[in-house]
């Protein structure tokens, strides 16, 4: 923690001490206003701009590089069992989908740095940005409250990864008190995540933002999400959660409904991961990328040595889907369709080129075909794609699955889960036919359908101590359920990940490690 905290102290205020111990001759001690020290920063309109940018761009920790052929994203995929890999060539993502990662795995250690980075960036944001003046109270207002979602949105990983994590909420020195934090409880966490989100919401937002940044319609779908994790494990809230959770859903719907052109589902799949669609309607919130900055980091899911884009056979096939997960969609499911839902079987050489088969079923869900190039068109190269974090399939399905745990579906619940099978094609008996049991388990089998590979599954395996069987199409509980791309059985320590060993070692006050780890 002492090290990554010092680590995460923002470039600008880097670029300060460098400035200050930097000499001594008299150019230096007349100072130049142009230049970034720390007393000098956080004084005007636009520090305060530069500084929410760089908690947005800390977002992308998601997709930097673990290893030869692998990315941090891969963390939330190899353990859910819906996917395997063709290059083995990476250990660490090798122990992932084997289930026998330890604290030493650098997925685990990635994702804590880059969490924690966000939580540091954002803490600067809010101590900092409140003293600068003259500034717009309204700009002001907005970029706190952007600050507050992202501070939030971090702490949301943070305690479905890990439980009880250290709860920062002030930048951190070598002066700090708590500079070796000790670990807050889960309930903290959350109290935390709940408060600055509820924060967020009055801040003035935008419903939607097709500039990328934190809407209102994010910050309500989040917490529809916190409310519906809090429901069930490991603080089990229930009901009172469940409702928090459906009303919040609710109101993203409402305002959907009255506003389509604003939010809605799109009409195709192919659209789902369109470019020139990103931030608008079904996307609610993204992590931005564009090649000029950082281009999009899903190509570990191109097929392996298969001509699929303008670089030839030279896909790296880390995460691909298991047959089992992919034989499951029902007959005529439009998500299983080559080419048209989130798999394909056959591209085009090269991108561009002749129709090939490629011998197996891939992920198309984050296929950027402008970039790669489709049917006689070449493509740009550029993989500007951003990566999807909240969809409005997903709010539709929190809510069906919070409302029918108040007691029964009703109709609006039933209407919100028939609107993902109808985009899918498939026929959804009447409401009548199910009950509280038979339609709880097929919302869960929607999402694990609709939002596969966007690293949701995990969690809900963890808030729901429960896992699809691709094989009965039931649901199996979480400790005892094998993995059909490891035949491994999940264990109880697998609902938590371990701390990362270089933590402990700087922070003794994080003991203990996490139950079933060294």
Same mark, same amino acid.
């Given at each position: ?5 010092? #680590? ?119 101590? #900092?940005?409140? !003293? ?204 299983? #369709? ?40 070449? !493509? ?85 101590? #429960? ?52």
């Amino acid at each position: 923690m002492k090290i990554n905290i010092i #680590k995460h102290i923002s470039s600008a205020a880097l670029f300060g001490l460098l400035l200050l111990g930097s000499g001594c001759t008299k150019f230096l001690e007349e100072r130049d206003p142009s230049n970034l020290a720390p007393d000098n920063f956080y004084t005007i309109p636009e520090h305060a701009e530069a500084a929410i940018a760089s908690v947005y761009a800390g977002t992308r920790f998601i997709g930097d590089g673990a290893g030869i052929f692998s990315s941090n994203w891969q963390l939330l995929e190899a353990v859910t069992g819906t996917s395997t890999t063709e290059t083995a060539q990476n250990s660490d993502l090798n122990n992932l989908y084997g289930l026998i990662y330890d604290p030493n795995t650098g997925h685990v250690i990635n994702y804590w740095n880059g969490i924690y980075r966000v939580i540091a960036q954002a803490n600067l944001v809010l101590a #900092k940005v409140p !003293g600068i003046t003259p500034m717009d109270d309204a700009q002001k207002k907005r970029i706190l409250g952007e600050a507050r979602f992202l501070r939030a949105w971090a702490y949301f990983y943070a305690v479905r990864l890990w439980g009880d994590v250290p709860l920062i909420t002030k930048p951190q020195t070598l002066e700090s008190e708590d500079f070796f934090p000790k670990r807050g409880t889960t309930e903290s966490v959350y109290a935390l995540i709940v408060e600055d989100l509820i924060a967020a919401e009055e801040a003035g937002l935008s419903w939607m933002n097709k500039n990328g940044r934190v809407s209102l319609a994010a910050v309500k779908s989040e917490l529809a999400l916190v409310y519906l994790t809090m429901a069930g494990f490991p603080l089990s809230k229930g009901a009172s959660h469940y409702k928090l959770a459906a009303d919040k859903a609710n109101e993203v719907i409402t305002y959907a409904k009255a506003n389509p052109a604003a939010i809605d589902l799109f009409a195709t799949y192919a659209e789902v991961h369109r470019e020139t669609l990103k931030n608008e309607k079904e996307h609610i919130f993204m992590i931005q990328y564009n090649s000029v900055v950082a281009g999009n980091p899903m190509d570990n899911m191109y097929p392996n040595f298969k001509p699929v884009t303008f670089n030839g056979a030279s896909g790296t096939g880390s995460t691909v889907p298991t047959r089992q997960f992919y034989n499951s969609y029902e007959a005529g499911d439009e998500r299983a #369709k080559d080419r048209e839902g989130y798999f394909y079987t056959s591209y085009f050489t090269n991108g561009n080129g002749a129709l090939f088969q490629l011998g197996a079923p891939y992920i198309f869900k984050h296929f950027n075909t402008i970039a790669n190039g489709s049917s006689g068109v070449a !493509g740009t190269r550029n993989n500007n794609l951003n990566v999807p974090l909240i969809r409005y399939a997903e709010i539709l399905l929190v809510y069906a699955e919070a409302q029918n745990e108040l007691g029964a579906p009703t109709q609006d619940a039933y209407d919100a889960f028939k609107r993902i099978r109808d985009r899918a094609k498939l026929v959804t008996p009447a409401l009548g036919t199910y009950n509280q049991s038979t339609f709880r388990e097929a919302v869960w089998r929607e999402r694990w359908h609709e939002l596969c590979y966007e690293q949701i599954t995990w969690f809900d395996m963890v808030r729901l101590r #429960k896992v699809y069987n691709e094989t009965t199409n039931g649901f199996d509980n979480f400790v005892g359920h094998v993995n059909l791309s490891s035949n491994q059985p999940l264990q109880s320590k697998h609902l938590l990940f371990p701390i990362p060993r270089p933590e402990l070692q700087n922070n003794p006050n994080l003991a203990p490690q996490n139950p079933g780890y060294q």
